[in-house]
């Protein structure tokens, strides 16, 4: 069975940093994309950061030079490192988990609330 575990949110003041994590079970291997969602009060969900299984990243221009995804292979966990933090950063973030094979799923974590507030 997959489940994806999400930790690592919290409060934090403008200008600083929070990591995210996402450690993933039943399959972290045979997901061949995996990535971060957002979702800020009374918007929609928004994808900004993915990663592949073989390690290429792509990010949203709005987060570019700020946050990093990358993996720890070792560990089934892909992390999101966000640097100097803005408020309107604050939202639930999601993890997210792709799988072609046996069919194509897609597979969410619980959600994290990162708030940014001074």
């Known amino acids: 069975q997959v489940q994806l575990v999400e930790s690592g949110g919290g409060l934090v003041q403008p200008g600083g940093s929070l990591r995210l994590s996402c450690a993933a079970s039943g399959g972290f291997f045979t997901f061949y994309l995996m990535g971060w969602y957002r979702q800020a009060p009374g918007q929609q969900r928004e994808l900004f950061a993915t990663?592949?299984?073989?390690?290429?990243?792509n990010y949203a221009d709005s987060i570019k030079g700020r946050f990093t995804i990358f993996r720890d292979n070792a560990k089934r966990t892909i992390y999101l490192q966000m640097n100097s933090l803005k408020t309107e950063n604050t939202a639930v973030y999601y993890c997210n988990a792709r799988r072609a094979y046996p069919a194509q799923n897609d597979y969410w974590g619980q959600g994290t609330q990162v708030t940014v507030s001074a």
């Open positions: 990663i592949t299984s073989g390690g290429n990243t």
